[in-house]
């Protein structure tokens, strides 16, 4: 199938008969600055990942001087990356739902890299302070609100 050029795709039920057609000039794809800050949310998301693991880890090997601050703590960590992968999908998806869940989180991901300069080291306050920036920024482009905001029916799927 040639998706340069115009194609008709048709739905099909079960029964094989014809319910519709949709037309598309052209395969639609995001924006490549969401497509990047989509990919720094997933880093993100794998980061807190990792965190609420190793969390999980030492109070099951009895390690953690809290275990259940330690456990909830892990858990609410795995709720925000349950929020955030669907904010991702949404916005992927070009539901503009998601855009406020992921620049709340970068913004509080800002404010603990700036309120946290003087005690971190000098690299890791950049990360806490490009990486957002640069997903907030991704998010918020004309193309990308563009995206987002699209009124039109989701294409059909082939």
Not at 97 to 111: C, I, S
């Amino acid at each position: 199938m040639n998706w340069a050029s115009a194609t008709v795709v048709f739905v099909t039920c079960v029964t094989g008969r014809t319910l519709g057609a949709v037309t598309t000039d052209k395969p639609v794809r995001p924006p490549v600055p969401l497509l990047l800050a989509l990919l720094l949310v997933l880093v993100e998301v794998g980061a807190i990942v990792a965190l609420s693991v190793g969390m999980l880890v030492e109070v099951l090997a009895g390690r953690s001087t809290a275990p259940g601050v330690t456990a909830v703590l892990a858990v609410i960590f795995l709720g925000l990356v349950a929020v955030l992968l669907a904010a991702v999908r949404a916005l992927h998806g070009r539901r503009r739902w998601g855009r406020g869940p992921v620049v709340t989180w970068q913004l509080l991901v800002l404010a603990i890299g700036v309120s946290q300069a003087d005690t971190l080291t000098w690299w890791l306050v950049a990360l806490l302070v490009v990486v957002p920036v640069a997903v907030t920024v991704g998010l918020l482009l004309p193309s990308s609100v563009a995206w987002t905001n699209s009124t039109s029916p989701p294409r059909a799927v082939a």
